[in-house]
């Protein structure tokens, strides 16, 4: 996982992953798998990240923000 300058996070597993491996970090981070999908499915309804945009991540997942954050300091800890 690593932080990119714009602060998004992104993840990416190389082809061919065996399956535990997989099954793992659908575990360790559904939290944030969670988050980011949210957010995609927002941005459906409002490309930009105004307050609306805002407003819906509040509304669809009430925790986002939290999430966000720990997944960044996470990140920040293991030099992602």
Known sequence: MRIVKNG???VSA???MP???VERFIVEHRD???EHVVH???HLLEPSHNARFHALMDKYFPRWCEVRKETHR?????SC
């Open 8 to 10: 998004d996070v992104h």
């Open 14 to 16: 190389p082809i061919g």
């Open 19 to 21: 399956r535990k491996e």
């Open 32 to 34: 944030w798998i969670a």
């Open 40 to 42: 995609e499915l927002c």
């Open 74 to 78: 996470i990140c920040r800890m293991s």
